[in-house]
């Protein structure tokens, strides 16, 4: 088992930015691919981005490649989505989801991001 703890969320003004930490725990590997998803009120879960083992960045959409930055230090277990410039329609729980496989087995228990206009 794998276990996720996110941390960073919170209120922001819109061009703010904020910090996502996901801190694994458990038999967790180097080789696990770490991923970042989304929810906004009233809408579908969506995929924001994921990175590999060896460093192998894979968006959701274009539009956040200049103002999301996925991250990882496996000496310290621990992934990281910097997000810039936040827009109001970047509210949403943030989660962070691990696989070792092709399957996003594992899941954080989320955290609230808001950003005000």
């Known amino acids: 088992q794998v276990q996720l703890v996110e941390s960073g969320g919170g209120l922001v003004q819109a061009g703010g930015s904020l910090r996502l930490s996901c801190a694994a725990s458990?038999?967790?590997?180097?080789?696990?691919?770490m991923g970042w998803f989304r929810r906004a009120p009233g809408k579908e879960r969506e995929f924001v981005v994921s990175?590999?083992?060896?460093?192998?960045?894979?968006y959701g959409r274009e539009s956040m490649k200049g103002r999301f930055t996925i991250s990882r230090d496996n000496a310290k277990n621990t992934a990281y989505l910097q997000m810039d410039n936040l827009l109001p329609e970047d509210t949403a729980i943030y989660y962070c989801?691990?696989?070792?496989?092709?399957?996003?087995?594992?899941w954080g228990q989320g955290t609230q991001v808001t950003v005000s206009s």
């Open positions: 990175i590999k083992w060896n460093g192998g960045i894979t």
């Open positions: 989801a691990a696989a070792s496989t092709a399957t996003w087995s594992y």
């Open positions: 458990g038999r967790t590997s180097s080789g696990t691919t």
